[in-house]
């Protein structure tokens, strides 16, 4: 109960509220999802497998003096209230015709025809990638037809793996998408951004369809791979079957991500590429022959105390990505805020340690998007089912954080 009451946890954010408020922004983007439907209309989209789906949804932002870039501000309750708050207004749910035929009318609108594809990362629930992305559309400042990707992400701590493998189930329909883009004769110019697990994704669905087209089509310009949670080794692998030439590839690294971190140890890879120092070898070299431009974000801070959404959350780096793509210039100079405690599962015990950000947990091992309240109530209840007489000890050190008096807000 205790974990539940947290403000800002409120579920069905996407339900569409009957008003907006005067100075708010919008921002309408196109969804394309591999997600299952949600019989409850204010979540429209699960975490479960599903068949490829599409939406259009637009989103109100409160006025800009009513917040600060790089941030979402969630609803505290239901309805949201626009004036201060991230609210709903549309949300239509398409099929493949009727999705092709909003694009076109959207493209046409937009100088270049550019558009921009949106990949998140690991635990992610559906709204958490629709008010992110959002945000990241209007903070950017970037003219661009906004899709939004979602692959299924329960949105849960426990859930890594079924996250990783559901990142393999969507990387066809990613492709798909991607093939359709660049064949479609309305379509000027496509840019690629992608977070953390969805990095993977991402180049999984980039290296097929090289490897399916023999390149990357030349409308595919710009490739962003923000905090990438891929190992540099599969990275080499991936870039060493994209033949041709390649598109504009950024990466953002920062060699203080605790995210990253805890990611290289679980999987017992030499490092991860969104971590790497590109200024030593054999970083250094290997970046410059392919042509693969890195911004290092690890002298910047920002609200995120794992250091894992920098490239969101940071004024200058998300404005920058958008006055690059407006300019066509490449860029050359996880609600993903987490929390403030990191707690340690393994074999079946919980124990604190200390006050570093983030959560881990055996078998396997995943960083917590601690936004979500839910996860919390989610890990209680899962890790009191699986070790029995641990299950106290276990809800002491989860809950210990909001004890001693947790942060508001989602």
């Not at 590429?273 to 690890?298: F, H, K, M, S, W």
Request: aromatic share 6%; charged share 20%.
């Amino acid at each position: 109960m205790l974990l539940a009451g947290c403000a800002g946890d409120v579920k069905g954010v996407l339900l569409p509220v009957s008003s907006s408020a005067t100075d708010t922004s919008k921002v309408t983007m196109l969804v394309a999802t591999t997600r299952a439907p949600d019989e409850d209309a204010g979540v429209l989209f699960s975490g479960e497998r599903g068949k490829p789906a599409f939406a259009e949804i637009t989103v109100s932002l409160p006025p800009g003096t009513r917040r600060k870039v790089g941030e979402v501000q969630w609803p505290s309750r239901l309805p949201g209230d626009p004036e201060t708050e991230f609210v709903t207004l549309k949300v239509e749910k398409l099929d493949r015709a009727q999705a092709v035929s909003r694009f076109h009318k959207a493209v046409v609108k937009v100088p270049k025809r550019r558009v921009m594809v949106f990949i998140h990362g690991f635990n992610n629930r559906f709204e958490d990638a629709v008010y992110r992305f959002a945000q990241i559309v209007h903070d950017s400042n970037a003219n661009v037809v906004p899709i939004l990707f979602t692959w299924p992400s329960r949105g849960s701590i426990f859930a890594y793996g079924y996250d990783r493998e559901s990142g393999n189930y969507s990387r066809t329909s990613l492709e798909n998408l991607l093939q359709d883009l660049a064949r479609d004769p309305a379509v000027g110019e496509v840019s690629i951004l992608a977070h953390s697990m969805g990095n993977w994704v991402t180049m999984e669905a980039l290296r097929q369809m090289a490897i399916r087209n023999g390149s990357i089509p030349p409308k595919i310009a710009n490739v962003m791979l923000a905090a990438p949670d891929v190992d540099v080794d599969v990275f080499r692998s991936q870039i060493s079957d994209i033949h041709g030439k390649l598109p504009r590839f950024t990466v953002f690294v920062s060699q203080d991500d605790r995210a990253l971190a805890v990611s290289r140890r679980v999987w017992g890879s030499t490092a991860r590429l969104g971590a790497i120092d590109p200024d030593v070898e054999p970083y250094r070299t290997e970046l410059a022959q392919t042509g693969i431009t890195v911004l290092n974000l690890t002298k910047l801070r920002s609200g995120d105390s794992l250091n894992h959404g920098k490239f969101a959350e940071s004024p200058e780096v998300v404005q920058l990505i958008g006055s690059r793509l407006v300019e066509g210039q490449p860029i050359t100079d996880s609600r993903v805020g987490l929390g403030e405690r990191l707690m340690q599962v393994t074999a079946g015990t919980a124990a604190a340690v200390g006050t570093a950000a983030g959560l881990a947990i055996s078998a396997p091992i995943a960083v917590v998007d601690p936004h979500t309240r839910r996860n919390f109530n989610d890990t209680i209840e899962q890790v009191g089912r699986s070790v029995g007489d641990a299950g106290q000890a276990t809800g002491e050190a989860v809950t210990a954080p909001f004890e001693a008096g947790a942060p508001s807000g989602r």
